[in-house]
């Protein structure tokens, strides 16, 4: 075949539906629970938006994002994440004016130019939340808890929660200065990214997965050991939390997260498995954020996970997925006479709420084995001779059982069924 899914991409065939109407209806209910608000956002923005939040010495900036200019000669990006566009979206429409916190969450499509591997894609999509406007530690206790519990409520349950605090504006100078001075007398033993990583963006020196770099970032300043005393009371209380919560966890002290826009507290969640595409669930504060895009100061905490890793996730683990019984009925006919009893019916079905489909044009056995290869429930059969006896014949397909019903009743035997 000539067409393909573009390289990084995927089609979500209807078997997989399953899977995400089971994630989506879980985000959903357990977001509200926590009184977040569902928000959308458009696919593309202002590439400034990105360089200014993202930062544009990451690599997302760099070398990943899906950046093209518009026929107005503005310079556009596809969203590479989803909190950037999340927080122009609170400062554009006034919501800083609104009773703070502002709660949002959703559920939409990214982009990146990142190289294909098992649980990455150019074309991804994530769950995600952002509180902005409230500074306290409890924030960020309810924040990783929602995205701990959301994955509990799923079946995941073999997860590791890894914390740690970056500090702030006031206390990671001295930090990134103590970090930049170590790299200096290793330069000749890291990698060629790290090696441009140390002037550009040094907290992503420990984010490196490359073999040669995990001796130099296991000897390497911690940031916990340099936070001012505002940020060390505000770690100390979300491990207090955490812990009245019954959450385990474990400090990271090489946990960074790759963005510039974070601060304070980052976290990720993952399975008790190695490699970088294994975390499902990432996140932390980003108290400047607002500033850096417009607005005015505004504290922000957040997460975004991977839809598509919580279902490898969900297969890993063979978690068994509830397949609700649609309850649909096939109509059956034969013959352009029954054919119209069945289109009649089945409008009527769909109009009272039920759901109803029509059998191909082809003979009865056809049919019926189009019925299984869907998963009708029912099957009303109708043809000329039941017609002139004035009855349908309705198979259930789980039992075999099959009845004749009089066609001024039909409707009313079938509508029963969702108890309609």
Same mark, same amino acid.
């Given at each position: 075949m000539r067409f393909q899914t573009p390289r990084g991409t995927k089609d979500i065939l209807p078997e997989e539906q399953i899977y995400w109407h089971l994630i989506e209806s879980t985000a959903t209910k357990m977001a509200k629970s926590y009184g977040y608000s569902k928000i959308d956002t458009p696919i593309f923005e202002d590439t400034d938006l990105f360089s200014r939040s993202v930062g544009d010495s990451t690599d997302i900036l760099e070398k990943e994002t899906y950046t093209f200019v518009d026929r107005g000669g503005d310079s556009l990006t596809l969203r590479p994440e989803g909190?950037?566009?999340?927080?122009?979206?609170?400062?554009?429409?006034?919501?800083?004016?609104?009773?703070?916190?502002?709660?949002?969450?959703?559920?939409?499509?990214?982009?990146?130019?990142?190289?294909?591997?098992?649980?990455?894609?150019?074309?991804?999509?994530?769950?995600?939340?952002?509180?902005?406007?409230?500074?306290?530690?409890?924030?960020?206790?309810e924040i990783i808890e929602l995205a701990w519990r959301f994955l509990i409520a799923l079946g995941i349950n073999d997860l590791v929660l890894s914390i740690n605090s970056i500090g702030c504006i006031d206390c990671r100078p001295e930090y990134t200065s103590?970090?930049?001075?170590?790299?200096?007398?290793?330069?000749?033993?890291?990698?060629?990214?790290? $090696?441009?990583?140390?002037?550009?963006?040094?907290?992503?020196?420990?984010?490196?997965?490359?073999?040669?770099?995990?001796?130099?970032?296991? $000897?390497?300043?911690?940031?916990?050991?340099?936070?001012?005393?505002?940020?060390?009371?505000?770690?100390?209380?979300?491990?207090?939390?955490?812990?009245?919560?019954?959450?385990?966890?474990?400090i990271d002290n090489c946990l960074v997260r790759g963005l510039d826009y974070y601060s304070k507290t980052v976290f990720e969640i993952a399975p008790p498995t190695s490699?970088?595409?294994?975390?499902?669930?990432?996140?932390?504060?980003? $108290?400047?954020?607002?500033?850096?895009?417009?607005?005015?100061?505004?504290?922000?905490?957040?997460?975004?996970?991977?839809?598509?890793?919580?279902? $490898?996730?969900?297969?890993?683990?063979?978690?068994?997925?509830?397949?609700?019984?649609?309850?649909?009925?096939?109509?059956?006919?034969?013959?352009?006479?029954?054919?119209?009893?069945?289109?009649?019916?089945?409008s009527l079905i769909r109009q009272s709420g039920g759901s109803a489909v029509l059998g191909p044009s082809r003979g009865l056995k056809s049919q019926m084995k189009y019925a299984s290869s869907i998963d009708a429930s029912y099957v009303v059969i109708i043809g000329d001779q039941e017609i002139e006896k004035g009855v349908y014949k309705i198979k259930n397909l789980s039992t075999s059982e099959q009845i004749e019903i009089s066609i001024d009743k039909a409707v009313d035997y079938l509508l029963n069924i969702w108890d309609l």
């Amino acid at each position: 075949m000539r067409f393909q899914t573009p390289r990084g991409t995927k089609d979500i065939l209807p078997e997989e539906q399953i899977y995400w109407h089971l994630i989506e209806s879980t985000a959903t209910k357990m977001a509200k629970s926590y009184g977040y608000s569902k928000i959308d956002t458009p696919i593309f923005e202002d590439t400034d938006l990105f360089s200014r939040s993202v930062g544009d010495s990451t690599d997302i900036l760099e070398k990943e994002t899906y950046t093209f200019v518009d026929r107005g000669g503005d310079s556009l990006t596809l969203r590479p994440e989803g909190t950037a566009s999340v927080a122009r979206a609170y400062v554009q429409n006034g919501m800083h004016n609104q009773p703070q916190p502002i709660k949002l969450y959703y559920i939409f499509q990214n982009f990146r130019y990142e190289r294909p591997q098992a649980g990455r894609y150019r074309a991804f999509n994530q769950f995600g939340v952002e509180a902005f406007g409230e500074s306290d530690h409890y924030i960020d206790s309810e924040i990783i808890e929602l995205a701990w519990r959301f994955l509990i409520a799923l079946g995941i349950n073999d997860l590791v929660l890894s914390i740690n605090s970056i500090g702030c504006i006031d206390c990671r100078p001295e930090y990134t200065s103590n970090l930049k001075s170590y790299y200096s007398n290793h330069r000749n033993s890291i990698c060629n990214d790290c $090696d441009r990583r140390v002037d550009k963006n040094p907290l992503r020196l420990l984010d490196c997965k490359n073999d040669p770099c995990q001796s130099i970032i296991s $000897d390497a300043p911690k940031s916990v050991k340099y936070l001012c005393k505002n940020c060390e009371t505000h770690f100390i209380a979300i491990k207090t939390n955490l812990d009245l919560l019954h959450i385990p966890f474990h400090i990271d002290n090489c946990l960074v997260r790759g963005l510039d826009y974070y601060s304070k507290t980052v976290f990720e969640i993952a399975p008790p498995t190695s490699g970088r595409t294994s975390v499902i669930a990432g996140g932390g504060r980003y $108290d400047g954020l607002i500033e850096q895009i417009g607005g005015s100061y505004t504290p922000g905490i957040g997460f975004a996970m991977g839809i598509e890793r919580i279902i $490898d996730n969900l297969k890993r683990l063979n978690i068994p997925i509830e397949k609700k019984d649609p309850k649909c009925i096939l109509l059956a006919y034969m013959g352009e006479i029954s054919k119209t009893h069945a289109i009649k019916i089945a409008s009527l079905i769909r109009q009272s709420g039920g759901s109803a489909v029509l059998g191909p044009s082809r003979g009865l056995k056809s049919q019926m084995k189009y019925a299984s290869s869907i998963d009708a429930s029912y099957v009303v059969i109708i043809g000329d001779q039941e017609i002139e006896k004035g009855v349908y014949k309705i198979k259930n397909l789980s039992t075999s059982e099959q009845i004749e019903i009089s066609i001024d009743k039909a409707v009313d035997y079938l509508l029963n069924i969702w108890d309609l």
